[in-house]
């Protein structure tokens, strides 16, 4: 798996407020990225902007790789039971071993339940499932722990860990601490404007 998602001197402005400048992140294959900081300091926006959702007020995004995005919106229709909705991505995504990610995520017993019924945890194991079928190289990850209990915690953590180590790249905003493999950490703190 080859990839790289390469940010240069990115400055972020919401509304008429500049969050953070002068902030570059060179991700190669391999590489994982813990970008930390207080509520409200651009976490989310910093994602956006390197999912390409988000213009950047100044710098460049230069990326090679497919992406695969987790928020807090799950993409996934709330009428269906989570089987079919999982499924209606798989065809799309030309995911032909979808077991895998519902086994390691736990959610083989949950094929019958309507998405609208799913916990919050449940939920998110569920978008991390529709992330683990895309196989694509690179993963933005906004507070993906989120909702998740402790064994769910590891379990995502080990996921990532495969991840870096077949060559993809996971950035990942995260208030909270996360284990990831030889992480480099961006404070954006620092880049505050
Ligand atoms: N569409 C918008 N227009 C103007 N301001 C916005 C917009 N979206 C977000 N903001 C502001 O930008 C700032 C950064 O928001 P962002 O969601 O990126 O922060 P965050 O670090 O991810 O926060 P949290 O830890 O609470 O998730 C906040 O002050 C927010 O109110």
């Known amino acids: 798996m080859q ?6 001197d990115i400055a972020c ?24 900081g207080a509520n409200g300091i ?6 956006r902007i390197l999912a390409g959702l988000l213009r950047p007020f100044a710098g460049t995004v230069e990326r090679e790789g497919a992406m695969g995005l987790v928020d807090d919106r799950l993409a ?9 909705a999982l499924a209606f991505w798989q065809k799309l995504d030309g995911c032909t071993n979808p077991g895998r990610a ?13 998405v609208r019924y799913l916990s919050t945890g449940q939920k998110k194991r569920a978008a991390l499932a529709r992330l683990l079928n895309r196989r694509c190289p690179i993963w933005l990850l906004d507070e993906p722990l989120n909702g998740l209990d402790a064994d769910a ?11 870096c ?8 905003a995260s208030h909270q601490p996360i284990a990831l493999p030889s992480p480099r950490t961006i404070d954006l703190a620092g880049y505050a404007a």
């Open 3 to 8: 990839a790289h998602l390469v940010a240069t």
């Open 13 to 36: 402005r919401r509304g008429d407020r500049l969050l953070f400048r002068g902030l570059s992140l060179p991700g190669r294959s391999g590489d994982a990225y813990h970008i930390t």
């Open 42 to 47: 651009g976490k989310s926006s910093l994602i």
């Open 76 to 84: 996934l229709d709330a009428n269906h039971s989570l089987g079919d």
């Open 102 to 114: 519902l086994e390691v995520l736990q959610l083989l017993p949950l094929m019958d339940v309507p």
């Open 153 to 163: 915690q590891k379990a995502f953590e080990t996921l990532i860990a495969l991840h």
């Open 165 to 172: 180590s077949g060559g993809g790249i996971a950035i990942v």
